[in-house]
């Protein structure tokens, strides 16, 4: 599929682990009507970029929960295998503390219907901003030994709602709180009229 922007992002309900130590499944659709959706790929469980991503995503948890907003993080490894990684220490290389729901792509057909597998099997790290009427509004897809801006995510979460909100359009670098503008000539005319 290659670019999903603008497109119903592909669905799926598969096995997960749920607050960082229950068994249940996790059903895109779901959250269809009620939540944004950041749902990110990593390569695989007990890895080394991996855990920096997982766990700056919980640290901006509470973040991600105020813009209504659910993450979802995805491998091809098993349940049993994200369960193992929960129940690791953080000084020992685990994710033990993170809470949001890590789902199991075991037959890598959530990763293949993104287009974020690899020729070696395992996800690049991809990310997808689903809105709330489950339609893809931002993809990210980095190579695997590059690491992810959880800022950003955030970042691009608040520029869709004041999109939403105002219908004003976010310039380069715009963040919450900063000067947007109408999407016409006149609107940007004005805006770049007054950036030195």
């Known amino acids: 599929?290659?670019?999903?922007?603008?497109?119903?992002?592909?669905?799926?309900k598969a096995d997960a682990v749920l607050n960082g130590?229950?068994?249940?499944?996790?059903?895109?659709?779901?959250?269809?009507?009620?939540?944004n959706v950041?749902?990110?790929?990593?390569p695989l469980d007990f890895t080394f970029v991996c855990p920096t991503e997982l766990h700056a995503f919980q640290e901006k948890l509470s973040e991600f929960h105020s813009?209504?907003?659910e993450v979802l993080g995805c491998s091809i490894d098993s349940k049993f295998s994200h369960h193992a990684w929960l129940n690791t220490p953080k000084?020992?290389?685990g994710i033990q503390g993170i809470t949001y729901p890590l789902v199991s792509d075991i037959?890598?057909?959530i990763a293949r219907d993104y287009d974020v597998l690899s020729e070696g099997g395992v996800a690049f790290r991809g990310l997808f901003l689903i809105d709330i009427h489950g339609v893809v509004r931002h993809q990210l897809v980095n190579d695997l030994p590059l690491g992810r801006s959880v800022e950003e995510a955030l970042r691009l979460i608040?520029?869709?709602?004041?999109?939403e909100?105002?219908?004003?359009?976010?310039?380069?670098?715009?963040?919450k709180g900063q000067e947007a503008f109408t999407p016409d000539s006149q609107g940007v005319s004005s805006y770049l009229s007054h950036k030195k």
């Open 1 to 12: 599929m290659g670019v999903l922007v603008g497109r119903p992002a592909p669905l799926f």
């Open 21 to 35: 130590k229950d068994f249940g499944e996790v059903e895109l659709v779901s959250y269809r009507n009620k939540k």
């Open 38 to 42: 950041i749902l990110f790929f990593y």
């Open 67 to 69: 813009r209504n907003t």
């Open 91 to 93: 000084a020992k290389g």
């Open 107 to 109: 037959y890598r057909v």
């Open 158 to 163: 608040d520029a869709l709602d004041h999109f």
């Open 165 to 175: 909100k105002h219908g004003e359009v976010c310039p380069a670098n715009w963040t």
